[in-house]
């Protein structure tokens, strides 16, 4: 008797048996065509996620160079930071250099950096030589401005006028002339009249000391601090007038002008300017004085320039 009952295929088991055979599967028992993400363990982050498109080596590979991304950023910023630390340093300390060649090195190589597109020969024509350069190392006191008066009686005293009302040693002996010439009965126009003479005496006589600082407000601490002085000092700075500015320092007993780089180029170079460059004897450079980012006079445009120029006309630079 024959087997009817159902074959295997028919029976009905309450379950449905469905299959998508869209896509074939992978070694990995994934299937292909579809995207999947895998959990990674061992990471910087437990729950990091993956795509399965790139194998584990890439992974690790692309780890290692982050690391090494970061190692590199923090040994350039550690090295930034010890660079910016010898620069200050050595802002601060140049001035107490015995070494006019040192100096005159430091101010170029600052040149070289600001002006590296130039070519030698143009970059020549911008910088200091030894012979433009004054030490100062013998002055042991802090180059602060509490000490600025004391440097200047120090080492330029003999530049300065006498106390008010006292004749200077031109102003007598022209006195003295015309009182013998009216004695000895030759007191012709001719004789007698040699105001002119004088005058172009006490011209030559007029050796300014200008002190260059990077900012106007540092200017007028540097006018404070020396104000007291023999003659006192002036303060050219662009919040004065220039007209202001040019009639002072036509007429002024002071021998000390407290400025920046920019305002004495404009006095210098102003039509009728009461104040020629070959007058300016002494440059007196406020170098160690540094703002809240560590920049000194040597950072303003202007300094350069200005300085060059008033070199080639016979100043001195002094670093104070």
Request: include cysteine; hydrophobic fraction near 30%.
């Amino acid at each position: 008797m024959s087997n009817t009952g159902p074959e295997a295929d028919d029976l009905d088991d309450g379950l449905a048996y469905e299959f998508d055979l869209s896509g074939d599967e992978n070694d990995n028992g994934i299937m292909e065509g579809e995207e999947h993400e895998v959990e990674v363990n061992g990471g910087d982050n437990d729950d990091q996620l993956i795509n399965t498109g790139g194998t584990s080596k890439d992974y690790s590979r692309e780890k290692n160079d982050s690391k090494k991304r970061k190692r590199d950023d923090s040994s350039l910023k550690e090295k930034k930071k010890i660079k910016m630390e010898m620069d200050t340093e050595q802002k601060k300390n140049i001035s107490l250099e015995e070494n006019a060649d040192v100096i005159a090195e430091f101010i170029n190589s600052r040149i070289r950096r600001k002006h590296a597109s130039l070519s030698a020969l143009e970059l020549s024509e911008l910088f200091f030589s030894k012979s433009d350069i004054r030490t100062t190392h013998e002055f042991k006191e802090p180059r602060t401005l509490d000490n600025l008066g004391s440097y200047i009686n120090q080492r330029f005293k003999n530049m300065l006028p006498g106390k008010q009302g006292k004749q200077s040693k031109q102003a007598k002996q022209v006195k003295q002339n015309k009182k013998k010439l009216k004695n000895s009965g030759n007191n012709t126009e001719e004789n007698v009249d040699d105001k002119g003479d004088f005058d172009n005496h006490t011209n030559e006589d007029r050796k300014f000391i200008a002190i260059v600082s990077m900012s106007a407000i540092r200017a007028c601490d540097v006018h404070r601090a020396t104000k007291d002085l023999n003659g006192g000092s002036l303060k050219l700075i662009n919040k004065n007038k220039l007209a202001v500015d040019l009639k002072l320092v036509g007429s002024t007993r002071s021998r000390i002008l407290c400025c920046t780089p920019g305002r004495l180029s404009k006095v210098l170079d102003a039509e009728n300017s009461k104040l020629a460059k070959e007058e300016v004897k002494i440059v007196l450079v406020d170098n160690s004085y540094l703002d809240q980012k560590k920049q000194n006079i040597w950072d303003i445009k202007e300094t350069v320039e200005v300085l060059k120029d008033l070199t080639k006309s016979g100043s001195k630079l002094y670093f104070y």
